[in-house]
């Protein structure tokens, strides 16, 4: 039973946390006293902070967007109107999503792609590592139609979510950015490692080539000087890619002695190298390593541990309905399964102790209108929804923090006082401004 001065010495310092960042030495004195013993990330896919949530009550939504709103062309003129969009469609066994000249600002999208179905179209290009800073546009957001067509610009209303209603009963940040410019596989590195993956000597056909003045001569996954900051599409090309030297998230944990496991879709049917399993890059965590039995386990068994008492202290939960844009069933699926997973959490004897973190990789091509921070040359990049439920966590709070993905390693860093991984999530803010361990679960 944790004692009464250590939750005065808690309240005391996160006080302290809402007015400033609280230094790391007194971070892990208190830690041990936090009532957390268990992070659940659930990291889902694709959407921007105003395509889903652009109309959330006392969020900085699409009414403070802007000059943002008003999108340009690639010489800098702003459209008269949004051009017409016609896939191509993903699958060309049904008909391409279309949408008409609409007026040059963000309108619904609920009438052209409703929520219950895949998006059959082929538009994720602003995600792009190079094709995003050209949509950011240095802060001015307004290049995104330019960069991947119109269909950036839609928004859902989204009230009829599942996971609204949590975004309404406890903490949703709404300046939350995706760590870096890049899309899936870059982003799933930052959260796993705070780093962007390196490839030196990686094969020509696949490295940008860069003019001397920035401009993008010819897109690839690996930068000039040998980084990977988009998805290796090839599955032979990302087999090839180098075991990193790098510590990662699961290094510190195991250091430290904490459980942790990455619950990873589908991998009960393959191992094999994608974009959402930035572990596999890690010599230790290989397919038929001591580390991967230990630590690597397929979606479908989280809710099994869960309800044993095999759930880790930190888990990572990557699941098959994750809201793509177009590789999944639906928004409204993906939305669901998450709530089901939360609510599955709140019902076992694990919830009076667990934090949950859910939040989305990158924001594919949707338009966000707030400029995100310059922290380095990998971004951030754009707004995402967060969402922090806990018995802990502050009710019907719309938490104005400047976060990024590493904010979640820096929270899970400051609970069991580890070492950063780098100078990204060590600079990164803590998610406590979210939290008041007084309450009672």
């Known amino acids: ?102 007026p040059n600002k963000p309108f619904d999208l609920l009438p052209f792609a409703p929520m219950d179905q895949p998006m059959n179209a082929s538009f994720e290009v602003a995600n792009n590592f190079y094709q995003a800073q050209q949509a950011i546009n240095g802060g001015k957001m307004d290049r995104f139609v330019s960069v991947a067509g119109s269909l950036t610009m839609g928004y859902y209303d989204g009230r009829s979510l599942p996971m609204r209603q949590y975004a309404q009963q406890y903490v949703l940040a709404d300046h939350f950015f995706q760590a870096a410019f890049g899309g899936t596989a870059e982003n799933h590195f930052f959260l796993f490692c705070a780093c962007t993956p390196s490839w030196p000597n990686a094969p020509a056909d696949i490295v940008a080539q860069v003019a001397a003045d920035g401009t993008l001569v010819k897109d690839g996954p690996v930068t000039p000087d040998g980084y990977i900051v988009n998805n290796l599409r090839d599955p032979q090309v990302a087999e090839k890619a180098p075991f990193q030297s790098a510590a990662h998230i699961g290094d510190r944990l195991d250091g430290a002695g904490v459980s942790w496991k990455w619950y990873a879709a589908g991998w009960n049917a393959t191992k094999a190298r994608n974009a959402t399993r930035p572990f596999l890059l890690f010599e230790n965590l290989a397919p038929g390593s001591p580390g991967a039995s230990a630590h690597v386990k397929d979606e479908s068994e989280f809710l099994s541990d869960l309800k044993g008492s095999a759930l880790p202290q930190v888990a990572f939960v990557k699941p098959g309905e994750n809201e793509h844009p177009v590789n999944s069933s639906g928004l409204l699926q993906g939305d669901q399964h998450a709530a089901e997973l939360v609510k599955a959490i709140q019902e076992s004897s694990y919830w009076k102790s667990t934090a949950i973190i859910v939040t989305y990789d990158e924001g594919h091509s949707f338009w966000d209108h707030v400029a995100p921070p310059k922290v380095d040359r990998w971004g951030p990049g754009k707004r995402v929804p967060a969402l922090i439920i806990s018995p802990y966590a502050k009710r019907g709070l719309v938490d104005k923090t400047m976060y990024d993905t590493t904010s979640i390693l820096r929270f899970i860093e400051w609970r069991w006082g580890l070492p950063p991984l780098g100078e990204r999530d060590a600079k990164a803010n803590n998610l406590l401004a979210a939290f008041d361990f007084t309450q009672k679960p």
Do not use: W
């Not at 996160?14 to 030495?25: H, V």
């Not at 109309?55 to 900085?60: I, R």
């Not at 702003?78 to 060309?92: Q, V």
């Open 1 to 102: 039973m944790r004692s009464a001065v250590s939750a005065c010495l808690v309240v005391a310092i996160l006080t302290a946390a809402c007015a400033g960042t609280p230094p790391p030495s007194l971070e892990r004195t208190a830690a041990p006293a936090a009532p957390i013993d268990h992070v659940v990330v659930i990291y889902l896919e694709n959407r921007s902070f105003d395509h889903l949530y652009g109309l959330f009550p006392g969020a900085e939504g699409l009414a403070l967007a802007g000059a943002a709103a008003t999108q340009v062309d690639k010489d800098g003129k702003p459209y008269a109107m949004l051009p017409p969009f016609i896939g191509p469609a993903t699958n060309p066994a049904k008909p391409a999503l279309q949408l008409p000249a609409l």
